[in-house]
């Protein structure tokens, strides 16, 4: 089983970015699905968190209203599409799924996934 994120660069402040996973080996659909961040210095954090059996979905409060999490279980790639983009959101971008369900309590924590991509770089600039 292989995610590969892409999809990051550098942008202004106040712009857009659309981030991708591929998966492969597995449906993604067959189990939880998530973005974390890692901003140098700082801890991974969960972004958004997806359960697909409940559509439960998970934003981080500095996140909501201005990103969103998609999939396209025809090609087997969730997204997530960033917009108003700040200077804090500078991190690199992780995709990470689940073979199954993660029980909604546990569904923010980096250690429910078993499955994680190599990461993307958002840089935004001021």
């Known amino acids: 089983v292989q995610l590969q994120a892409f999809g990051g660069g550098l942008v202004q402040a106040g712009g857009s970015l659309r981030l991708s996973c591929a998966a492969s080996?597995?449906?993604?659909?067959?189990?939880?699905m998530a973005w974390f961040r890692q901003a140098p210095g700082k801890e991974r954090e969960v972004v958004v968190a997806?359960?697909?059996?409940?559509?439960?979905?998970y934003y981080a409060d500095s996140v909501k209203g201005r990103f969103t999490i998609s999939r396209d279980n025809a090609v087997n790639t969730m997204y997530l599409e960033m917009h108003s983009l700040k200077p804090g959101d500078t991190a690199v971008y992780y995709c990470a799924s689940r073979n199954g369900r993660i029980i909604t309590s546990y569904m923010t924590r980096a250690e429910a996934y078993d499955t994680w991509g190599q990461g993307t770089q958002v840089t935004v600039s001021s």
């Open positions: 080996g597995r449906t993604l659909s067959s189990g939880n």
């Open positions: 997806l359960d697909p059996f409940t559509r439960h979905t």
